[in-house]
């Protein structure tokens, strides 16, 4: 039950931080986002940030904590949503252009439920059985299923997490990797 509670912590850190770490967090319109996802996808994220910061959005931060964890649906969708977003308005983000509507959270859904499963079968579970475990991280409001991206610290804290002993908290890799 020990490690429940850390795995459940580990996720109400994520989701007020959303992928804090690294100097991305500061990026400013007029350089580019990069992270996780092709060369068009990354200037798609640049682009969106870049609207965000010029029309003044309170979604500006947010969008450069979140970005550079996500990776793209398309790399036509998003060559056509850079391309619109460099002429939009700002009265609204063009239609379909928008964080959610480009990013496929599809890596990040597998990433976490695999994260899951390295969690409960490590011995930070405290000998907890996998099932119970896996259990008590979704009634905890651990939902795999709405993960977006991943900060680039996900693949440190995964090994991390495999050596770390009963009753220890988790590695310092493991805060905010998983992005909601």
Known sequence: MFGARILASLFALALPQMCAGGDDSSTSSTTGIGGRGT???QDWKTALCA?????KSSLADECRRKAPGVV?????TAKNCTDELSAATCDAVPSGCDLL????PAPAVEACN???DTFCA???ACSQ???DCKAVQLAS???????IGLDPAFDDCNADVKAVACGDSLPPSCTGTIIF
């Open 39 to 41: 060369a068009v996808c």
């Open 51 to 55: 609207y965000r910061d010029r029309c």
């Open 72 to 76: 793209c649906k398309s790399d036509t």
């Open 101 to 104: 509507d480009v990013t496929d």
């Open 114 to 116: 695999q994260f899951v």
């Open 122 to 124: 490590s011995p930070i």
């Open 129 to 131: 059985p996998v099932a």
């Open 141 to 147: 409001g651990l939902d795999c299923t709405k993960a």
